[in-house]
């Protein structure tokens, strides 16, 4: 099966586990995003969509899709920077819009999570109690313009970090659809170079702006090829723990994350559990 000729969306020389797809299955996969979208809107008698637009690689491909699907007037674009966020990436998140010629705003939210804070200001030392305040007051802006402007709220999360929990409940993921939802992160710069995004956004370090400094593989312990390639073989395909080590050739200790990050955030992709009747 052929590949893609783009090898810059490896984060190293000799990852675990290449989840690249072929040339022809990259362009299904962009198709069926596209289509998806587009349908998604209509079935939802709605004018558009909305999006928050952080400058990440997730955000913009998802920018790139939705343009594609519903043409530059569909969709409005939110930029929403706190004084934790890095300006370079929230000027990415404006380079993007003008790239896509869509309509877009910027609102800064340092004023409304004060206001969280001041209110509850036992909270405030909590990191990442403040971070998912950042988060969700997010969620609410991209919800206000949708309801005013009659659109859709796009979400940006992939497979990794839903599958991981690697999002805020009632935040990031309060959206009304993923259209990236399905791919892994890999796929998510391996699909983001093929539709055209400019190399140094498809390699960005990805992180979810929740404090200053704030990286995901930090966070998470692992960078995202090692995270992908347990989540494809271990969990998603079933291979057992000790075939999964000599397979990816991972250490024990990256498997038990892995793991541990995904049962631990069951919760997240479950309705909120009520009593038996």
């Avoid at 979400?155 to 690697?166: D, I, L």
């Avoid at 409940?169 to 710069?189: H, M, S, T």
């Avoid at 370090?205 to 200053?212: L, S, V």
Wanted: proline residues 5%.
């Amino acid at each position: 099966m052929s590949r893609t000729s783009d090898q810059s969306v490896l984060l190293s020389d000799d990852p675990p586990l290449d989840l690249r797809l072929s040339d022809g299955e990259l362009e299904v996969t962009r198709e069926r995003i596209v289509s998806f979208i587009a349908d998604l809107v209509d079935d939802a008698g709605a004018e558009g969509a909305v999006l928050g637009l952080s400058g990440g690689i997730d955000s913009t491909l998802t920018a790139y899709l939705a343009v594609e699907a519903l043409g530059e007037d569909g969709l409005h674009g939110i930029t929403m920077p706190a004084e934790v966020n890095d300006p370079d990436v929230m000027s990415d998140a404006e380079r993007v819009a003008h790239d896509l010629e869509i309509e877009y705003d910027v609102v800064e939210i340092q004023p409304i999570a004060e206001a969280f804070f001041s209110a509850f200001p036992e909270a405030e030392g909590d990191r990442t109690a403040a971070g998912n305040v950042y988060v969700r007051t997010r969620a609410v802006l991209n919800y206000f313009v949708a309801n005013a402007e009659d659109r859709v709220v796009l979400g940006t999360g992939n497979r990794a970090e839903a599958m991981t929990g690697y999002f805020t409940k009632y935040g990031d993921q309060a959206v009304d659809c993923n259209p990236i939802g399905n791919l892994y992160k890999q796929q998510v710069r391996q699909l983001a170079a093929h539709v055209g995004v400019p190399r140094d956004l498809v390699m960005q370090e990805p992180t979810a702006g929740m404090w200053e400094g704030q990286t995901d593989a930090a966070e998470m312990g692992l960078d995202y090829d090692t995270v992908d390639a347990i989540l494809a073989v271990h969990v998603d395909g079933g291979l057992s723990r000790a075939a999964t080590i000599r397979e990816l050739n991972v250490p024990e200790e990256a498997v038990d994350r892995v793991v541990e990050l995904y049962e631990r955030s069951a919760h997240k992709r479950s309705m909120p559990p009520a009593p038996e009747r």
